[in-house]
C-alpha cells in the first residue's frame, strides 16, 4: 500500500494506494486562508499539520488494515508559500501564499540586485514566488527575517512534522526562485540577492527519491507495521502530472480547474521568460517542465454563475451540444490579472463587441472562449520556446463539459485525452512518488496515463474560424492596456 498527501489552498488531501493502483480510500480536511488585506493570502502552517492529521486519523479508524502495510509516503503540495521558521523550527508568521500580491515592488528589486536571476532560475521574478516574499518580509517585519533560520514550501513544512528534517523536492524548489534550475541546486548568488544564505534551504533530493522515514511514534499512531519512506514529493502540478502520466518529453496535459494550466514535460531546461513560461524541475530526476499558466480558468465561468445567479452547468448547457461557430463578443479572462504570457498582476477582464441583443448565451459562449484564447497563448509561447504539443489530456473541474472541450480542442487545434473516471491528482501522483521511493521502480515504467475514455478531436468547421478570431482577440490587451 501507498499513500498520498496534498497539501492545498482549501484542503490537506489523502489517498491510500494499493498495488494495482487502486484508490482504496481517502480523506480531505478543509483549509482556511486569510486575507487581512487586499491583494493578500495567508495561511496558518499548524494548519496543515492539524489537517494530515485529521485526515490520517480517520483513515486509521476506517481502513486500518490497508494503513498498517504503507510502505511508501508521498507529498505534493500548493507551492511557493513562504513558511518562516525560528530557531525553534515554529513558524515566525502565517505562510504567505502563491495567490498573494503583495511584493510586486521586491520583484524589481531582486531582478535589480541579481541581474540573472532569469538566466538562472529561468523565471521571471513574480509576487507569487517564494524569494520576493522573503525581501517583503526583510523591508517590512526587519525582526522576523532577523529571527529566520529557515524557509520551508508547505508540504514541506508538514515534512517537518512527519520526518524530522528540512528536506525539499526539485519541482517544488524551483518555484521559489532560488533554484538553479538547470542544475538542480541552490543558487548562492540568487540567496544572496534576498538576504539568505545555504543555512537558510531545505536539502533537496528527487521527488520519487527518499527524505526520510516517518517518525517512529507518528508510524505507532496510526498503526503502520514499520515507519514508512517518506518520498521526495513534488509541487502541486508536477505531482499531478506523475498522476496523470506525463512524465516522459512531449507528454501534455491541460487542466481546466479555477485557475488553468497547460504543462509539458521536457528532457531539458527550456525557459521563455519573454513568454512568462514557467519553466522548472519536474518530480522525476532529469526531467524539466514548462507551463503556461492562466489564473482565472473555470473561476471566470464561475464569476459569471454568480453575476447572473444561474448554476455554471446551466449557462453551458443553455449553449446545446456545439457551437456553430465563434462569438462575436470576446472576453479577457484576466479577473486576478494573467500570468502566462503578460504577467501582468494588474491586468483585468472585459467583455468586447456587445450589442443589444446579446445575452446570457453570448456570454457563457465568450467565457468559454475567452478561455481557450488564453490556452492559445500559453501554446504560442511554449512553440517559441521549442516545445511542440501534439495532444494532451484533460483535467480538473472545468473538463466535466464536452462543449468547453470541443471549444479548446478546436482553438487549440490540438486532441484532447479524457481519462477514465479517477483521481488523478496531487495526492494520487504523490502516492505514485511515494511508491517509486519505496521499491525503485522506473518512474518512466510506472507513470503512465490511465485509460483514455474518450478523444475529443478539433471541429474541422470551427479550427479555421477560431484560428481568425485569435489575433483578433490578441489584440485586444494591449489595446486596453493603452
Not at 36 to 57: I, T
Not at 84 to 113: F, K
Not at 394 to 408: D, N
Not at 423 to 439: K, M, N, P
Amino acid at each position: 500500500m501507498y499513500l498520498g498527501i496534498d497539501v492545498g489552498t482549501s484542503s490537506v488531501k489523502a489517498v491510500l494506494v494499493d498495488d494495482r493502483e487502486r484508490i482504496v480510500a481517502s480523506a480531505s480536511a478543509a483549509l482556511e486562508v486569510a486575507r487581512p488585506h487586499a491583494g493578500w493570502s495567508e495561511q496558518d502552517p499548524d494548519a496543515w499539520v492539524h489537517g494530515c492529521e485529521r485526515v490520517l486519523d480517520e483513515l486509521a479508524a476506517s481502513h486500518r488494515v490497508e494503513l498498517s502495510a504503507v510502505e511508501g509516503i508521498g507529498l505534493s503540495g500548493q507551492m511557493h508559500g513562504a513558511t518562516l521558521l525560528g530557531a525553534d523550527d515554529r513558524p515566525l508568521r502565517p505562510a504567505i501564499l502563491w495567490n498573494d500580491g503583495r511584493s510586486e515592488a521586491e520583484c524589481h528589486e531582486l531582478e535589480r540586485r541579481c541581474p540573472r536571476s532569469r538566466e538562472i532560475a529561468g523565471n521571471i521574478a513574480m509576487p507569487g514566488f517564494t524569494a520576493p516574499k522573503l525581501l517583503w518580509v526583510a523591508r517590512h517585519e526587519p525582526d522576523v527575517f532577523a529571527k529566520t533560520r529557515k524557509v520551508l514550501l508547505p508540504k514541506d513544512h508538514l515534512r517537518l512534522f512527519l520526518v524530522g528534517d528540512h528536506v525539499s523536492d526539485m519541482s517544488d524548489a524551483a518555484g521559489t526562485l532560488w533554484l538553479d534550475v538547470a542544475r538542480r541546486t541552490w543558487s548562492e548568488e540568487l540567496l544572496a540577492a534576498t538576504g539568505l544564505t545555504l543555512a537558510h534551504m531545505p536539502r533537496l533530493v528527487e521527488g520519487s527519491e527518499s527524505s526520510g522515514r516517518l517518525r517512529p511514534e507518528l508510524a505507532r499512531r496510526w498503526g503502520m507495521t514499520r515507519a514508512p519512506v517518506v518520498a521526495g514529493g513534488g509541487g502541486d502540478n508536477a505531482a499531478s502530472a506523475v498522476g496523470i502520466g506525463a512524465v516522459r518529453p512531449g507528454e501534455a496535459f491541460v487542466s481546466l480547474g479555477t485557475s488553468g494550466v497547460l504543462f509539458v514535460s521536457n528532457a531539458r531546461f527550456s525557459p521563455n521568460t519573454r513568454g512568462a513560461v514557467h519553466a522548472f524541475c519536474h518530480a522525476v530526476p532529469g526531467t524539466w517542465h514548462q507551463m503556461g499558466v492562466i489564473l482565472s480558468a473555470a473561476a471566470s465561468l464561475e464569476w459569471l454563475s454568480s453575476l447572473l445567479g444561474e448554476p455554471a452547468p446551466s449557462l453551458v448547457a443553455a449553449l446545446g451540444e456545439r457551437v456553430l461557430a465563434p462569438s462575436p463578443v470576446k472576453f479577457l479572462p484576466y479577473l486576478s490579472g494573467e500570468r502566462t504570457p503578460h504577467n501582468d498582476a494588474s491586468a483585468r477582464g472585459a467583455f468586447v463587441g456587445l450589442a443589444h441583443g446579446d445575452g446570457r448565451t453570448a456570454l457563457t459562449q465568450a467565457v468559454l472562449e475567452g478561455v481557450a484564447y488564453a490556452f492559445a497563448d500559453c501554446l504560442r509561447v511554449l512553440s517559441e520556446a521549442g516545445t511542440q504539443v501534439a495532444r494532451a489530456s484533460a483535467v480538473g473541474g472545468g473538463s466535466r463539459s464536452p462543449l468547453w472541450l470541443k471549444i479548446l480542442a478546436s482553438v487549440l487545434d490540438r486532441p484532447l485525452d479524457v481519462h477514465a473516471e479517477g483521481d488523478f491528482g496531487g495526492a494520487f501522483g504523490a502516492a505514485r512518488l511515494g511508491r517509486l521511493a519505496a521499491t525503485g521502480e522506473d518512474p518512466f515504467t510506472l507513470a503512465v496515463p490511465p485509460p483514455v475514455a474518450r478523444t475529443v478531436e478539433p471541429d474541422p468547421a470551427l479550427v479555421h474560424r477560431y484560428a481568425q478570431e485569435y489575433p483578433r482577440w490578441r489584440r485586444l490587451y494591449p489595446a486596453l492596456k493603452e
